[in-house]
């Protein structure tokens, strides 16, 4: 059974950093592109960032670049979101999710999903 489960959410000050972690099992980490989402309240999820099979490719949304870095450690079936320069309008939960396509960056694309974790932006 694959499970992807997230972590390392909280609460933070508009400003401030998060590292959010993925940890992968049931499922051959590294055959999959591996991608971040976040769903604000009554919103849509929206793509943040997603990160080639083997590390060599990233891209992110353009609300996130140069401020939110993706990472992946196949060896560990890990995968991470640096978010720095968080904003107010950042508050949502996050899932990590795992797609079968290359560096897929809509919703329908992913074949997995973790269940999320809240991230809190203070004004």
């Known amino acids: 059974q694959v499970q992807l489960v997230e972590s390392g959410g909280g609460l933070v000050q508009a400003g401030g950093s998060l590292r959010l972690s993925c940890a992968a099992s049931?499922?051959?980490?590294?055959?999959?592109?591996m991608g971040w989402f976040r769903q604000a309240p009554g919103k849509e999820r929206e793509f943040v960032a997603v990160?080639?099979?083997?590390?060599?490719?990233?891209y992110y949304a353009d609300s996130v670049k140069g401020r939110f870095t993706i990472y992946r450690d196949n060896a560990k079936n890990t995968m991470s979101l640096q978010m720095n320069s968080l904003k107010p309008e950042e508050k949502a939960v996050y899932y990590c999710?795992?797609?079968?396509?290359?560096?897929?960056?809509?919703?329908?694309?992913?074949?997995?999903w973790g269940q999320g974790t809240q991230v809190t932006v203070s004004s």
């Open positions: 999710a795992a797609s079968s396509l290359a560096m897929a960056s809509r919703v329908f694309n992913y074949n997995y």
């Open positions: 049931g499922l051959t980490f590294a055959d999959y592109t």
């Open positions: 990160i080639s099979r083997n590390n060599g490719y990233t």
